[in-house]
């Protein structure tokens, strides 16, 4: 992408005058330093991605665990990572004065990167017990190195500029390479496995290339963090006191409530999307070009949201692309499975009008979830500087960190209420393959995929409203 798609504003002319400060930088950010920030999404995407999609397909076809015992052996090092990322967040702040954020980096996205490589070795023990403790144990340790990294990484954007648009514009890269992460994690890693030749052999290149590109990806922020002089105010506080600062500051509080709720309706509809081309669609080849367009939505979109920012403000673009998103998830209710072939598509074959109007709406996806998914970052960025010039403090790191973990926790309720929704359907599991399902599973499918989801971000709408935060809230004192 062009070095002027999102052009640069003009110097603030803000600095920080707390005791012991240290100034950000208040001029514009170039592209390049925005580009070198946002690549680190890449591989944070893919470690965030891939597991989740494909390590219960590896533990139950290649480790031969059991699928629930495979369920448990990914959602313990979930729920540790709850802890972990406020924990991260926390000891970087102690540290940030004498190390700065780039150690973190540094540290973080090789072991991270080893780690991944690791978890997708076909290692077996006599048990599958024995089995699911190892996979369990490399999960664990690979998800505290993605921490050790993640956190830190996120709390960067807050402190390379003090302008609260210019914010918005590196976090927009992010959202950019957060897209080809997706792409790679999601689109292109099952059928890697198959490209190395399927298998052990087949795994194990998978995870050897993502584990390059995860090193190469993640190492890259660091030759920002290396170089930025972040603001640094009075001594930070232990952890707990660092949690009820977090607490008590009212923009991070609601934007932490409204950003979990959408979470949990969008993971819940997660694990449903290959069920939804699978079996309501039917033809789950469909979901690779859906990824695709959905991909083009969000990066085409994101000057867009940059500018109409500016002109509307951050949370009236977070409510109007989330309510529209909304809107068109409710869409997806009324899909019926099965249907005429319509069209003859180069490389899809034959087509129904179902399936046309679900690439029809990938784009548009694309395009209203990253409105409100930036505008959820930029204004995450606001209420860390707005604790900062509140309390004097630098508490960046423990924010991100609880934000993160919120998500996280959201991560791992989503997938069981889908669960729960699906079961009461009717779904019917079974081994070997797929079967056909029952009217009421289609329908519970929908439900999941539609209703869910949207439910949770109108939900969402209405906790928003209370997050007021004014520019004049993030100017420090003039210097």
């Keep these: 992408m062009g070095a002027t798609l999102f052009p640069p504003i003009r110097e603030t002319g803000v600095t920080y005058s707390h005791s012991g400060g240290v100034s950000p930088p208040t001029t514009a950010v170039s592209a390049g330093r925005m580009l070198l920030y946002g690549v680190g999404q890449v591989g944070a995407q893919i470690v965030r ?67 991944f490589f690791a978890l997708f070795l076909p290692v077996t023990f006599t048990t599958e017990v024995k089995t699911a403790i190892y996979v369990a144990v490399i999960y664990t340790l690979t998800s505290t190195a993605y921490s050790a990294f993640l956190v830190p990484y996120m709390a960067l954007a807050s402190e390379m500029t003090t302008d609260t648009h210019e914010r918005t ?33 087949g795994w194990t290149a998978m995870g050897a290339i ?30 707990l006191a660092q949690m009820t600062t977090a607490w008590s500051n009212p923009p991070f509080r609601t934007l932490l409530a409204a950003f979990f709720i959408q979470s949990v309706g969008q993971a819940a509809s997660y694990g449903a999307v290959a069920l939804m081309f699978l079996f309501v669609l039917g033809n789950v080849a469909l979901l690779i070009p859906f990824i695709l367009l959905m991909c ?24 109007l692309s989330a309510f529209a998103w909304a809107l068109l998830t409710f869409t997806w209710f009324v899909a019926k499975p099965g249907g005429p072939v ?73 997938p069981f209420l889908g669960g729960v929704v699906l079961s009461a359907a009717g779904f019917h599991a079974s081994h070997g393959g797929a079967v056909a399902q029952g009217a009421s599973a289609l329908r519970g499918i929908l439900v999941n995929y539609s209703l869910v989801p949207a439910v949770f971000v109108l939900l969402s709408l209405l906790v928003i409203r209370a997050y007021h935060l004014k520019p004049a809230d993030l100017e420090p004192t003039q210097g």
């Excluded at 590196?170 to 689109?187: P, S």
């Excluded at 990066?299 to 673009?317: C, D, M, N, T, Y």
């Excluded at 548009?364 to 960025?381: D, E, K, P, R």
Aim: glycine share 10%.
């Design 49 to 115: 991605d891939s597991p989740t999609v494909l390590l219960p397909l590896f533990m139950t076809t290649m480790l031969g665990v059991s699928p629930w015992l495979a369920g448990l052996a990914i959602l313990i090092p979930k729920l540790w990572i709850i802890l972990c990322d406020p924990l991260i967040g926390s000891f970087s702040d102690r540290k940030k004065a004498s190390w700065g954020r780039a150690p973190f980096l540094l540290v973080g996205a090789p072991l991270t990167a080893l780690g």
């Design 296 to 319: 083009a939505g969000t990066v085409a979109s994101q000057p867009l949201w940059v500018w109409l920012s500016r002109k509307i403000g951050k949370r009236a673009v977070f409510s």
């Design 169 to 201: 514009k590196i976090l927009a890269w992010r959202v950019v390479f957060t897209m080809v992460g997706v792409l790679a994690g999601v689109g292109f890693a099952q059928p890697l496995i198959g490209w190395a030749g399927g298998g052990a052999k």
């Design 210 to 239: 993502f584990g390059v590109v995860c090193l190469v990806s993640m190492l890259t922020p660091a030759l920002v963090a290396r170089k930025l002089r972040a603001p640094t105010s009075g001594e930070p506080q232990a952890f």
């Design 342 to 414: 319509v069209a003859h598509l180069p490389m899809l074959g034959d087509v129904t009008s179902e399936q046309i109007l679900a690439l029809v709406r990938a784009p548009l996806i694309g395009v209203l979830n990253s409105g409100f998914f930036l505008m959820a970052q930029s204004m995450l960025t606001d209420a860390v500087v707005y604790d900062r010039v509140r309390n004097g403090r630098s508490s960046e790191g423990a924010l991100t960190g609880v934000f993160s973990a919120s998500e996280k926790l959201a991560y791992a309720i989503g």
